[in-house]
């Protein structure tokens, strides 16, 4: 007698754990944030091989926005500018002299260089008076925020550039960099060698694994 084998159920494809998809998308998302906030709160001690480039402001400065005006594209400064991308300011008198032009040509060349992390920076230039050659400027320099800081608000921000907080900052003499939290950590003299700024701000993305 021949004995009926009975054909097994066609197999189902295993669904994937609802914990193992929160798994992943922690990894996606969450532990580069994590990194990025460890790295900052420890940003006088990151290893910059040999030595970094810029000078380190001990202790890092956070930051207090200002609305500030916006001359060139109307508006004014937000709030949360600063946050989630690394800032190159640059502070000058409204008649930009050649070291003024070529400090912004170096912040425009620094980001054009980081490539596909681009967005991960932004440029911020504080001008002492209406800015000269505005329609230049937007022309030549369409990813620069041109702020004005001549009136009391603007003074009690850029005071906060100042060396030891006290005395004036020094006009036209340093590009800043400020972190994605917000904090004044680094300066750059504009005579320095210009790759140097460039060299910081990849190895600081490479330490965050990027933003």
Not at 33 to 58: C, K, M, P
């Amino acid at each position: 007698m021949t004995q009926t084998v009975e054909p097994l159920p066609p197999a189902h494809p295993r669904s994937k754990s609802p914990w193992l998809l929160i798994g992943i998308l922690a990894a996606v998302f969450v532990l580069p944030v994590v990194a990025a906030w460890l790295l900052y709160l420890n940003i006088n001690r990151v290893n910059f091989d040999t030595s970094q480039h810029g000078e380190f402001v001990t202790p890092a400065r956070l930051l207090h926005p200002a609305s500030l005006p916006l001359p060139l594209t109307g508006g004014t400064l937000a709030p949360d500018y600063f946050r989630s991308r690394y800032t190159l300011v640059y502070l000058s008198a409204a008649s930009c002299n050649p070291d003024c032009e070529e400090a912004l040509i170096l912040t425009r060349q620094t980001r054009l260089a980081l490539g596909r992390k681009i967005e991960s920076a932004q440029r911020l230039y504080l001008v002492l008076g209406a800015p000269a050659n505005p329609a230049r400027l937007l022309r030549e320099q369409p990813d620069l925020t041109v702020a004005e800081v001549s009136g009391p608000a603007g003074q009690d921000f850029i005071q906060q550039f100042s060396a030891d907080g006290h005395s004036p900052p020094a006009m036209g003499k340093y590009i800043y960099l400020v972190d994605p939290r917000g904090y004044y950590v680094l300066r750059y003299p504009i005579q320095g060698p210009p790759e140097g700024l460039l060299k910081d701000l990849q190895h600081l993305l490479g330490q965050a694994g990027g933003l």
